[in-house]
């Protein structure tokens, strides 16, 4: 029960954006630098950031969810780490949206619910499937911030201390998925995370 009580306190702090990291921020010490920003730059900041936020949150239900489904303790024990550093890049994230005046997706609770299917089926299918699809979304993920980090402004220094270490982690755990015995998952496979990648950024980026 208690191990009940926790996961569903991981999912509503994730839905409801009041994840508080155990790390300290990377950008603790940095300048506001907000302000500084035009509006057009601190909008499209905040859209990047709502999109990495949104990112988090699905993270924490695939880890969630594969971590229940988890055929060893090992891997379980695996899931539950990444997990945790997780929970620290979504409250770094929700921090910095505060920052910009702004707010996270309104649609948190489907991409939450979505995530956590996706990472049941994977966790069903064992869990050297489940450690490639880790890895293929760490990969994807990483990818994906490179792309964030070169359309910050050039002195918008907060979310790129963010963004880098949320990419050095997101790394680490994909590497760390690969050597526990991850496979490489099949072609169509990568393609359909790839595409529903797109939709879930595209749309996160406003809404």
């Not at 300290?24 to 990047?48: C, F, M, S, Y």
């Not at 910009?100 to 990472?119: M, Q, T, V």
């Amino acid at each position: 029960m208690d191990k009940l009580i926790r996961e569903f306190d991981v999912a509503l702090r994730a839905i409801a954006g009041v994840t508080r990291a155990a790390r300290p921020n990377p950008a603790e010490g940095l300048p506001p630098q907000a302000e500084a920003l035009g509006e057009a730059d601190r909008r499209h900041v905040a859209g990047l950031m709502r999109v990495n936020h949104v990112g988090e949150v699905c993270a924490q239900a695939l880890y969630q969810a594969q971590k229940l489904t988890a055929r060893t303790p090992q891997v379980q024990a695996q899931m539950d780490a990444a997990a945790r550093e997780e929970e620290d890049h979504l409250g770094w994230c929700a921090e910095r949206l505060q920052e910009l005046g702004s707010r996270p997706s309104l649609l948190n609770p489907l991409w939450y619910a979505g995530a956590f299917a996706i990472g049941w089926l994977a966790g069903r299918a064992g869990d050297r499937v489940s450690l490639g699809f880790v890895s293929e979304t760490e990969r994807q993920v990483e990818h994906h911030l490179t792309g964030h980090l070169d359309q910050l402004p050039a002195d918008d220094h907060r979310s790129r201390a963010i963004l880098e270490q949320m990419r050095d982690d997101e790394a680490r755990h994909g590497a760390a998925a690969r050597d526990a015995g991850g496979i490489t998952l099949p072609a169509p496979v990568r393609a359909a995370m790839r595409a529903a990648s797109r939709v879930m950024t595209t749309t996160a980026y406003t809404i």
